[in-house]
C-alpha cells in the first residue's frame, strides 16, 4: 500500500488526523505481522482488537559488561529538573523536599573525648522555589557521604548542608541525625552498673542567612502523683489502711537550640535532666536499689506541669542554651489516658499547632 502524506500535513485538521488514523488501522488489519513491524511497531498499539505480537524482542538478560559512560549518562531522562511546564498542581514553594531514614554508621564525639560509632537515621530537606519542577534525591545522599567519615560535629553538618545548598540550587537547607546513644548508669546503691541508652537527634537549619542548632534528646523517668500519695498517706494515718500511690513510667523530649562556642555535650544535657528530674528509670536493680527508688519517687512527687517547669528552670540557667521546647507525657497508670504538656521559651520552637500524634510518638518501648 502506498501511502502519500498530503501536502500541508504539519498543519493537518483534527478530522484529517482521524480521517488518517482510520485509513492505517484499515490497512492494518490486512497486512502481516511483519510489515506492520517493518513500518512501525508502535501501530500495533492503535490496533486494541489485536495482540501486540509484533512487539520487538528485547534482551532478557543482565548486561554485567555494560558501562554507562559520560555520553551515555547524558542521554538519560531527567523529569525533576524539567521546565516548570511540568509542574502538577499549583506552583507554590515547597518548605521541606527531601528523604528521610537513610541509614549508616556515624562516629561521634564523647565528652571525655572519646569517639563512640553508632548507626545513624539521617533526614536530609532543602526548600524548593515555586518554579522549579523538583530535586534530585540522591544528591542528598552524595552530599552527605562526603562528609559520613569525619567525627561528625555541628561544623560538618554545616558543611553538608552548604552543599545541598550548592548541589540542589536551594536557598534553604535542613540536616537531622537521629540515633540511641549509650551512657553507663550506676544503680542507686547496690554498686552494679549497666548502659542506658538515651534518644538524641541533632539538627542543623539553614533559613537564608540564619543557621540554627538544635539537640533533640528523649529522657524517660517515674512520675509519683503528689495527688495519689497525700491521699495513700491519709489513709495509713486517719484508718490504719494500706495504699501505695501511683506512679508511672514518663517520657519528656526536650529540644534546645545550642549558643555560643562552648559545646553542650549529649552528656550534660542528659545531667542537666536528671538533675531536674533524678527519679530515671534504673537499668540494673538489686533490692536495696528498688527501695532506694521508690525512697527517690517519694522525695520528687511531680505533676506533670512540675516536671516541665522543673526542666525549665534547668534549661534557662545554662548559657549555652537559647530557645527551647519541653514536651512532658505522663503515661498514667490511673487512668486510661494521658496526662500532658508543653512548655517553649523563645520563637525558635513557638507554634500554635500540635502534630496529632505527637504525644503518640513519646511512648519509649524497651
Not at 262 to 279: G, M, N, Q
Not at 334 to 363: E, M, Q, W
Request: net charge negative; hydrophobic share 35%; aromatic share 8%.
Amino acid at each position: 500500500m502506498n501511502m502519500q502524506t498530503p501536502k500541508g500535513s504539519d498543519n493537518m485538521s483534527f478530522d484529517e488526523a482521524r480521517d488518517a488514523l482510520e485509513r492505517l488501522r484499515t490497512w492494518a488489519t490486512s497486512a502481516s505481522v511483519t510489515e506492520i513491524a517493518e513500518l512501525d511497531p508502535a501501530i500495533a498499539r492503535l490496533l486494541p482488537e489485536r495482540p501486540m505480537t509484533n512487539y520487538p524482542d528485547l534482551l532478557r538478560n543482565y548486561p554485567e559488561d555494560f558501562v554507562a559512560d559520560e555520553a551515555y549518562r547524558a542521554t538519560l531522562p531527567d523529569l525533576q529538573n524539567g521546565p516548570s511546564s511540568l509542574i502538577k498542581g499549583e506552583k507554590q514553594q515547597i518548605q521541606h523536599v527531601g528523604i528521610s531514614n537513610f541509614r549508616l554508621p556515624i562516629r561521634f564525639r564523647t565528652r571525655d573525648n572519646g569517639d563512640i560509632t553508632l548507626e545513624t537515621s539521617v533526614t536530609g530537606t532543602v526548600s524548593l522555589e515555586a518554579d522549579k519542577k523538583g530535586i534530585n534525591m540522591s544528591r542528598i545522599m552524595r552530599s552527605f557521604y562526603k562528609h559520613a567519615e569525619k567525627t561528625f560535629s555541628f561544623e560538618v553538618m554545616e558543611a553538608a548542608l552548604a552543599d545541598y545548598i550548592t548541589d540542589l540550587e536551594s536557598f534553604d537547607a535542613r540536616l537531622q541525625m537521629r540515633f540511641s546513644y549509650p551512657m553507663k548508669i550506676e544503680s542507686l546503691r547496690s554498686g552494679l552498673s549497666g548502659f542506658q541508652y538515651y534518644d538524641i537527634a541533632l539538627e542543623k537549619v539553614q533559613r537564608g542567612e540564619k543557621l540554627h542548632k538544635i539537640m533533640h534528646l528523649d529522657y524517660v523517668y517515674s512520675s509519683t502523683c503528689p495527688c495519689s500519695l497525700e491521699l495513700s498517706e491519709h489513709a495509713r494515718i486517719s484508718r490504719g489502711q494500706l495504699a501505695t500511690p501511683h506512679s508511672q513510667r514518663s517520657v519528656a523530649r526536650i529540644s534546645v537550640e545550642t549558643l555560643g562556642e562552648d559545646c553542650l555535650w549529649f552528656e550534660d544535657l542528659i545531667e542537666l535532666a536528671r538533675t531536674a528530674v533524678p527519679s530515671e528509670t534504673q537499668v540494673m536493680v538489686k533490692r536495696e536499689d528498688e527501695q532506694a527508688f521508690a525512697e527517690l519517687n517519694a522525695a520528687n512527687p511531680i505533676f506533670v506541669e512540675d516536671a516541665a517547669r522543673l526542666f525549665c528552670e534547668q534549661l534557662k540557667n545554662d548559657p549555652r542554651i537559647g530557645d527551647f521546647r519541653v514536651i512532658a507525657s505522663h503515661q498514667e497508670s490511673l487512668h486510661s489516658h494521658d496526662a500532658v504538656s508543653v512548655l517553649t521559651d523563645g520563637t525558635l520552637f513557638a507554634t500554635d499547632s500540635i502534630d496529632p500524634k505527637l504525644f503518640k510518638t513519646l511512648f519509649h518501648v524497651g
